[in-house]
């Protein structure tokens, strides 16, 4: 059996809208009945919007939320019966970095937690150096939380879900607002976690660190599971398109409407680069990509837009959603 | 990888919860001070409004009424047993909203301890805290004041010990509400000035119309409060007053029993809507 195995799950929220007394009872479906199993050593990524229902998954395979209905197995035990063995079987990273107590140090922090996953205080004290070593926070262990940098907090909110060397690790966007070095020594950790025979689920907005830690992706919106493959297969399906990526200024709504509906266009997305100068950038999915440009750019250009640059791109994790859903990751 | 199991991983687990809390109280020390100065503030507040309304009688009137003239020592010994209450009945649940709101309550029940364990590990710190103010607040008092009763402070505080248990599971209790409601204070505050009132904090509940009268038999500060008085102004031993520690017994019993389970049913329902994450 696979560390991580995901039947049927779904969750839905009743929520009661309206104003003071006359309330009324909506149904929210966040998780439809999703399917998926990470064995060991692999990578899972879990892609998707803001709302598509990721943060929900994750927080229902680590007991804090309890499923409408379906089920998943963390180690073997399910998150609906056996919480308890779950959360031994668990490491979590939450996303944000208020995750920690401010007010104790980094040290203070770990020890507490590993109190907490039952280390025993020896080793707690030994994992606690391991891992403070492995982040870069062994100088600054004894300092107050509420005095570290945000990608300090992260890298130490990061290395708190390693503390039991649990078999399934969660990470929430691990690398959200950190810089580019810090995000290097986090992906190379998670590449290592993998390589020791950890399972992994990760959910990123980064879709380059998806695209090279993850060994098999899901593409979750609204609530349901609409690919799930390994990156490079994922990329390979929408290669049968051309994806053209215009930037200029002064492009309407209307006129990517219009675009919409060239028969050789099949998605068209727009990015506000900067709103206040009105420039922006579209990426267009197109069959024929060459042949159609020419049309493309002549109708831009008689509609009054300026165009600034024009480039042909190789397929994302980003066109790969795009194609799926009709949307940008980042909506 | 080495982990502990059973009894010493709960061990473990309650003394990092415990210590955890005392690095907060000392960190954050503002807390600890306004529970010190509250008693006393509380008690010379009532002295004043009694000088005034009683006028020249005052002290005869509470003599009378009382069967003691140390207006001062029995003041006190209310107060303090008061804001310990306070403490307690707040503390758990404002602990967890605090956590809620931080983002850290997650993180406490990502791990595999279960929720009892985290509830009375916050409320051992709190034991710590309360037992210090008491000790201080009436110690002090009664030091100064009334230093033949100072031997009488013992018995008070076993009779506390055994009253804070009770006073734990009308914590665990609001611990639940807040979980759902995510307001503490309106809770808290309301519920502390009615235990003020019918707990005999500042006069007997003899002087209470008999049907509040029952009401205030069915919270444990109102038998905290009488024995500590009666321990410490009248001499009177542990044992002559078994009748009254005997209910503080079925009452440290019931209460944290009904306390954990309406908090259990609230965290049932909270991790069904999803409540923990929200603010």
Request: hydrophobic share 45%; proline share 4%.
């Amino acid at each position: 059996m696979n560390p991580v195995e995901v039947q049927s799950l779904s969750k839905t929220f009743v929520t009661k809208e309206g104003p003071l007394f006359r309330k009324v009872p909506k149904t929210l479906v966040a998780v439809d009945s999703i399917n998926f199993s990470v064995p060991k050593g692999e990578i899972f990524g879990l892609l998707g919007p803001n709302g598509a229902g990721k943060t929900t998954t994750i927080k229902m395979l680590c007991t804090l939320i309890t499923p409408s209905s379906g089920d998943a197995l963390i180690g073997g035990f399910s998150v609906v019966k056996n919480q308890q063995k779950v959360r031994e079987n668990l490491g979590v990273m939450l996303t944000g970095e208020r995750t920690l107590y401010w007010k104790l140090t980094g040290r203070e922090n770990l020890e507490y937690f590993a109190a907490l996953y039952h280390l025993d205080p020896s080793y707690a004290k030994k994992r606690t150096d391991e891992l403070l070593i492995l982040v870069g926070l062994k100088e600054r262990e004894d300092m107050l939380v509420e005095n570290y940098s945000t990608g300090m907090r992260i890298r130490l909110s990061f290395v708190k879900a390693l503390l039991n060397e649990a078999p399934v690790i969660l990470f929430d966007e691990p690398t959200a607002s950190l810089d580019p070095q810090s995000s290097r020594l986090i992906r190379d950790i998670i590449r290592d976690l993998k390589h020791k025979g950890h399972a992994i689920i990760l959910t990123t907005h980064n879709m380059e660190e998806a695209d090279e830690l993850s060994d098999r992706v899901a593409i979750i919106d609204h609530g349901r599971i609409v690919k799930l493959a390994s990156p490079s297969q994922l990329k390979e399906k929408v290669k049968s398109s051309d994806i053209i990526e215009i930037e200029g200024r002064r492009i309407s709504e209307q006129m990517t409407i219009a675009l919409e509906g060239f028969s050789e266009v099949s998605k068209v997305v727009v990015s506000a680069d900067d709103p206040s100068e009105e420039k922006c950038s579209l990426r267009i999915h197109a069959q024929k990509g060459k042949e159609v440009l020419p049309k493309i750019l002549e109708f831009l250009v008689r509609k009054q837009a300026t165009i600034t640059k024009v480039t042909f791109i190789e397929p994302t994790l980003e066109d790969v959603f795009i194609a799926e859903t009709g949307r940008s990751l980042r909506d | 990888m080495r982990t502990q199991a059973g009894l010493r991983a709960t061990v473990g687990a309650l003394a990092a919860i415990f210590w955890k809390g005392i690095k907060h109280y000392t960190r954050y020390p503002g807390n600890f001070l306004l529970y010190l100065a509250l008693p006393f503030l509380f008690t010379f507040m009532i002295f004043g409004m009694g000088q005034f309304v009683g006028g020249g009688n005052a002290a005869s009137n509470f003599a009378a009424r009382t069967g003691t003239s140390n207006i001062l020592v029995y003041e006190i010994l209310g107060s303090a047993v008061w804001m310990t209450s306070w403490v307690v009945v707040e503390d758990v649940g404002v602990a967890l909203r605090d956590e809620q709101m931080k983002g850290t309550l997650e993180q406490n029940f990502l791990a595999p301890i279960n929720r009892f364990t985290l509830l009375v590990g916050l409320s051992l710190c709190d034991i710590v805290i309360t037992t210090g103010i008491f000790f201080i607040v009436a110690g002090v008092t009664i030091a100064i004041t009334f230093p033949s009763g100072f031997l009488g402070l013992f018995g008070a505080f076993l009779a506390l010990l055994i009253g804070l248990v009770p006073l734990f599971g009308i914590g665990f209790l609001f611990a639940g509400f807040v979980v759902k409601f995510k307001e503490p204070y309106v809770f808290t505050q309301i519920i502390n000035l009615v235990f003020a009132t019918l707990t005999g904090t500042y006069y007997p509940v003899t002087f209470l119309p008999y049907w509040v009268q029952l009401l205030s038999g069915i919270l444990p500060q109102t038998y905290v409060i009488q024995n500590m008085r009666l321990i410490v102004l009248e001499n009177q031993t542990l044992v002559s007053l078994y009748g009254s520690f005997f209910i503080l017994l079925v009452l440290a019993l019931a209460y944290p029993i009904l306390g954990y389970a309406i908090f259990k049913q609230i965290e049932k329902r909270a991790s069904v809507t999803g409540e923990f994450s929200k603010y």
